[in-house]
């Protein structure tokens, strides 16, 4: 169905090397600004939280971004390797004590048997059933966490301590948002370089081939199901330490992670900029989350705001909005 | 235990199960005519059932003609979401329509809420007050109106795809939609009507099934899920598999309910679903 015509997005494989040197540059200044932004404006509370969640909400979005620019698919049940982040730091460390190293642990390893998991059962159906067996999934997680009191039912998991990491007589304790900064931006700039060696690597031109035309992939030798269970792997983590983070940053995990809005909200992120783009999740709740917090519409309005996004973009300018300036500029 | 508690649950399960057959049945036809998916329809369900309560009780329509309304606007509705999608359905672009139908899901639900405010609401069906009752089996005309028009629906759409020569186009049109083009058959009108009865059948669907409880303008997702059980499980696009998965689904969640446990009846629905998955990754009749 689709092909690589239909995919304007894939990226800079006939840039000069003047323009990519240009991207490059572009890249690291806005990460460097994005970087120092909150240091800059540590005075207002809502600029640094602004920040800090979309670094994390970004890093979730990477996720999503493999398995739908790369993959080609639609996860919708992606809120279910954000769960696991945040109730393995919630049980690891209300119920057990544990440090936030081991509860990290305890987030990707929960995620990667989830991944399995699903991975296994999505191996053989494409398209629209693989989005709704994994919105399923994503719905009845909610409904046993919901009802299940070891993991606080609907009440959530409360008084999660703050991320502390210590090493011998050092120790940093990230106990409000600007002490997270960096913690929260380094694993940014690591989810990055992970995407872009992904993108670099055998299994991410795999999963480029299988996406863009199966048939051939199939017959240059490419294993179309070992390739989505591998992807569908390396996704699930991503998305996890997300999670991860997200429940420290609100010291309490709860239900509402399964909440719709997330989906809503990686996928618009992916899908605004343009797919396959190495910030464009970033750019995306970025502007999504800046909308939701300094032009609030309130929770339904909202809704209404990035539904609309989502839909207009995809109706009007299935590549991106980016595509939209490249064709201005003439790129 | 006495034999009509026994009764009784299967007399439940049964009406939900046909409940949920009459949501399903505008996707069985949609998917098993036109190869597309709608993941607004549990939000057009919400729709439908919220535009029922509005007209009765901001305008002080009848029960039955708001149910009439709410078809007529979720037609319409549903109409424009196909012309929207216009491009998208003819290069059948199903991951974009998956996403575009998702967006339009999260406007509805903003919308409504908007619109209808947050507070739960009653529909207040004069069904309800009809009693039947045989020994200490019970029965409410809601319940008895699920059931018949539930039954009716199904088999009419079943004649309608078997004897009409609409049935028979929209048949040639999932079939091969190139062929039937060549053949005199106009897929963009049929395609219309396929939407628009989509419209209107879960339109139906929410009116009569919403009285039974609170309705809120955040609900459609398990509509959504349930739903797409029916269709796999029923075989995708068969009328009657899907009029049999919904009664056996019904079932099997009341009596799961009574004896196991009714907060994890739906992750039990689920847990059946992936084992047919597994097992037949097209479903029962395969196809798509």
């Known amino acids: ?331 | 235990m006495q034999f009509s508690y026994f009764v009784q649950l299967f007399l439940n399960g049964a009406v939900t199960g046909l409940g949920y057959a009459l949501v399903a049945i505008g996707w069985t036809i949609l998917l098993g005519m036109a190869r597309l998916v709608n993941f607004a329809h549990g939000t057009m369900y919400m729709l439908g059932a919220f535009v029922t309560w509005y007209l009765m009780q901001a305008h002080g329509f009848g029960y039955l003609p708001s149910i009439l309304v709410a078809c007529l606007v979720l037609a319409v509705l549903n109409i424009v979401v196909q012309r929207l999608m216009v491009r998208q359905i003819q290069s059948q672009n199903l991951t974009s329509i998956m996403i575009i139908t998702l967006g339009i899901s999260y406007i509805l639900t903003g919308a409504a809420g908007l619109f209808f405010g947050g507070t739960p609401q009653n529909i207040a069906s004069p069904l309800r007050l009809l009693r039947f009752s045989a020994g200490e089996v019970r029965m409410t005309g809601q319940d008895l109106a699920i059931v018949l028009v539930a039954l009716a629906v199904y088999a009419a759409v079943y004649l309608f795809q078997r004897k009409s020569r609409i049935g028979a186009a929209m048949r040639a049109l999932a079939e091969d939609g190139k062929l039937a083009q060549l053949y005199g058959i106009n897929p963009s009108l049929l395609l219309a009507a396929i939407f628009a009865f989509e419209g209107v059948s879960v339109a139906l669907a929410a009116g009569l099934i919403a009285p039974r409880a609170p309705i809120l303008t955040t609900m459609g997702f398990q509509e959504v899920i349930l739903t797409f059980v029916i269709v796999v499980i029923g075989g995708i696009g068969s009328v009657p598999g899907a009029l049999v998965a919904g009664l056996a689904l019904g079932v099997f969640i009341s009596f799961f309910s009574a004896f196991v446990s009714s907060a994890f009846a739906l992750a039990a629905v689920f847990t059946t679903l992936l084992v047919v998955l597994v097992a037949r990754p097209n479903g029962f009749r395969g196809g798509v």
């Open chain 1, 1 to 331: 169905m689709s092909n690589s015509a239909n995919n304007p997005a894939l990226p800079l494989a006939g840039e000069t090397p003047a323009n990519f040197r240009r991207v490059h540059f572009l890249v690291a200044a806005t990460l460097v600004l994005f970087f120092i932004a909150p240091y800059a404006m540590s005075d207002s509370r809502v600029i640094v939280s602004y920040c800090i969640l979309t670094a994390i909400m970004a890093i979730m979005s990477y996720g999503v971004d493999m398995i739908t620019s790369d993959l080609g698919e639609v996860s919708l049940g992606q809120a279910l390797f954000m769960a696991a982040g945040s109730y393995g730091v919630g049980v690891g460390a209300t119920r057990f004590g544990l440090s936030p190293i081991a509860t990290l642990f305890i987030a990707i390893f929960g995620a990667l048997v989830l991944g399995a998991l699903l991975g296994f059962i999505t191996l053989r159906v494409r398209e629209f059933m693989f989005s709704l067996v994994t919105y399923c999934a994503g719905v009845v997680a909610h409904e046993v966490v919901y009802n299940m009191d070891y993991l606080g039912a609907s009440e959530g998991l409360l008084g999660i301590p703050a991320l502390e990491f210590s090493l011998g007589p050092w120790s940093y304790v990230a106990d409000n948002n600007i002490r997270l900064w960096p913690i929260v931006f380094a694993i940014l700039l690591l989810t990055l370089a992970f995407m872009a060696l992904f993108r670099r690597s055998v299994v991410g031109s795999e999963a480029l081939m299988s996406h863009l035309n199966p048939a051939l992939a199939e017959s240059l030798g490419v294993d179309l199901r070992k390739t989505r269970l591998k992807v569908f792997l390396l996704s699930a983590p991503i998305t996890a330490i997300g999670g991860w983070l997200y429940a420290y940053q609100r010291n309490y995990v709860g239900p509402d992670a399964f909440e719709p809005y997330f989906i809503m909200l990686f996928l618009s992120a992916v899908i605004i900029f343009g797919k396959r783009l190495l910030l464009g999740p970033l750019f995306g709740v970025a502007l999504i989350l800046f909308q939701e917090k300094f032009l609030s519409l309130g929770g339904d309005g909202n809704k209404v705001f990035l539904g609309t996004l989502l839909v207009v973009t995809l109706l009007v300018l299935p590549n991106g909005t980016l595509s939209l300036f490249k064709k201005w500029t003439g790129r």
